[in-house]
């Protein structure tokens, strides 16, 4: 190993661990759905061998656990890329294994409609060379190919996660935004993924790039771990201090959800049981608000963010949390935090065909 190599290894901040429930603690705290005949599609889920692994067979259980869950986006995670050939194209193994589980759903007759989305991946450094990538994904997403994800959640302190650490400034360079622009001229929109430290280059690019949708994951990273461990009041008040700039851009949409994720430093899975979902429903109630007053229903849905979220609680329970949420919504706020603004975001049903 050279110094140059050893300089940089050492510059890397230490991983955050990550805890996986097992089966017998998920299962260890039933629910009945709350309002089941409610429909909803799940806009943010991972296929991964990560995680302690999540397949489609656990994907069908968990959607059908009395949930009315009719169709799911899946939001890349790195996995089943291509090991060799073309490095631009190596995200397109990913893209095709979901088309692969999804048809194999379709063909045992299950209810859902599984990754009726895909969000997948591509470089967009590349600027406008990205375009032939982003046609590719979309031949391989055989009509279910919806948008790119390039995450650039990153902290001095920390690393985490399954995803490369993206490099700095990674929202604000130019090539960069031309990628994005490449994005709205084959009608596909965009998942940011950054941590709450970073919404200031959610914004910037919001703005660089109006023409295309913005989806900004799981509220926007409000971090409990690292320099926040033990200070929620400091971390909250300066996420929320970001909502309203953000919901000011018309091109941004919320996803809510993304809780179990560690760098929200919520600790559910240490316990001896799960929390039940009145627990997490007031434990989440404060950020959900929060967004809900700033960009309004039509602007905000529901995630499920699994197989990371099992650190919650099981599938059916993280769902009644979020019905628990909407309680005093109207019909037409439930039905846009549960369905209707995914549908319109990643044109799904009878949205595909507007």
Not at 104 to 124: K, N, P, T
Not at 337 to 350: E, H, N, S, V
């Amino acid at each position: 190993m050279n110094s140059s190599t050893q300089a940089h290894l050492e510059e890397q901040p230490p991983l955050l661990p990550t805890r996986h429930p097992g089966a017998a603690w998920l299962a260890s705290a039933p629910e009945a759905p709350l309002e089941p005949g409610r429909r909803i599609i799940d806009p943010h889920h991972h296929f991964s061998h990560h995680w302690g692994g999540y397949g489609l067979d656990d994907l069908l259980a968990d959607t059908g656990s009395g949930h009315k869950i009719e169709a799911t986006v899946y939001v890349q995670c790195g996995w089943e890329y291509h090991t060799s050939g073309d490095e631009r194209m190596r995200p397109l193994g990913e893209t095709a294994a979901v088309v692969r589980l999804a048809e194999a759903a379709r063909s045992r007759g299950a209810a859902v409609d599984v990754a009726a989305g895909i969000v997948g991946y591509a470089d967009l450094l590349l600027g406008d060379a990205v375009e032939d990538v982003l046609a590719a994904q979309i031949e391989t997403g055989k009509g279910r190919f919806r948008g790119i994800r390039f995450a650039a959640s990153r902290h001095e302190s920390f690393q985490h996660g399954v995803l490369a650490r993206p490099p700095l400034g990674l929202y604000s360079d130019k090539a960069f935004h031309a990628g994005m622009r490449r994005l709205a001229a084959f009608g596909l929109s965009f998942d940011a993924w950054v941590y709450h430290t970073q919404l200031d280059d959610v914004i910037a690019l919001a703005r660089a790039v109006p023409e295309t949708t913005i989806v900004l994951d799981h509220i926007g990273g409000l971090l409990g771990v690292g320099p926040y461990a033990g200070r929620s009041p400091m971390a909250f008040d300066e996420w929320r201090a970001f909502i309203a700039p953000l919901a000011d851009c018309p091109n941004i949409v919320m996803k809510i959800g993304g809780y179990g994720t560690t760098v929200f430093g919520y600790d559910f899975v240490s316990q001896s049981a799960p929390p039940s979902s009145a627990v997490l429903a007031d434990a989440w109630r404060p950020t959900f608000e929060t967004v809900l007053d700033a960009f309004g229903a039509s602007r905000c849905m529901f995630e499920s963010n699994f197989p990371v979220d099992r650190a919650s609680a099981s599938y059916g329970t993280v769902w009644n949390a979020f019905k628990r949420l909407a309680a005093d919504a109207s019909e037409t706020e439930k039905a846009d935090l549960f369905y209707d603004t995914a549908a319109r975001t990643y044109r799904i049903g009878a949205a595909a065909q507007a």
